[in-house]
C-alpha cells in the first residue's frame, strides 16, 4: 500500500462501548451518555499521537426523528447516523467512497461489517484488539515521557558529538 495514503479509522461506537469492560460498566449503570464521553477522551488522545483521521460513528437507529450529526472534539469526528441508518451501514457508505482511495481500518467485532470491510479494500481491527491497540500506545506514551524526564538534558539543536562532550564536562566542573 502506499505510504503516502491518508489513514483513517472508523470506529463502529457502540460495539465498541460493550467490548471494552471499562466502558460497558457505564451501560449497565445505565449511563451510556459517560462511556460515550470516555470513548471520545480516550479516542482524542488516541488520535493526537497517531496523527491519523479518526471517525467514531454512533448510531441513531432507533432513535425517532434522529438528523445525521457531526461533531469535532480536537481533531476527532464524530457522527450521529440518522433514524433508521445503522453505524455499519454509514461506515459501508463511506467505505465504498474513499477505500480504496486511503488507507482505511474498520473497528469493530461485527463479522458482517469486517467482512465488508475486507472486500472492499479496508482492513479491519476487532474492538479487543483496538482495546490492546490504545493500552500499548499509552504504555509507550509513558515510556517516551519518562525518558524525557530521565535524560539528563533535552536536545534541542543538533550538535556534534565534540561540541556534546565539551558542554558535558563544562556542566560537571560547574557542578
Known sequence: ??????????????????????????????????????????????????????????????????????????????????????ADTYIERKLDLIGRKHKVTVATSDNTLQQIVLSRGGIRISSRELFHEIKNTKAEIRRKNQKLKNDDYIKIIDINSDTLEKLNKLRKKRD
Open 1 to 86: 500500500m502506499n505510504p503516502r495514503l491518508k489513514e483513517i479509522l472508523f470506529i463502529d461506537g457502540y460495539n465498541v462501548i460493550n467490548a471494552w469492560p471499562n466502558l460497558k460498566k457505564h451501560v449497565k449503570d445505565g449511563n451510556i451518555q459517560e462511556s460515550r464521553e470516555k470513548l471520545i477522551e480516550i479516542l482524542s488522545e488516541y488520535q493526537a499521537y497517531k496523527k491519523m483521521d479518526i471517525i467514531l460513528v454512533f448510531d441513531a437507529y432507533k432513535v425517532k426523528n434522529s438528523i445525521r450529526k457531526r461533531e469535532k472534539f480536537s481533531n476527532l469526528e464524530v457522527v450521529y447516523t440518522k433514524e433508521r441508518e445503522t
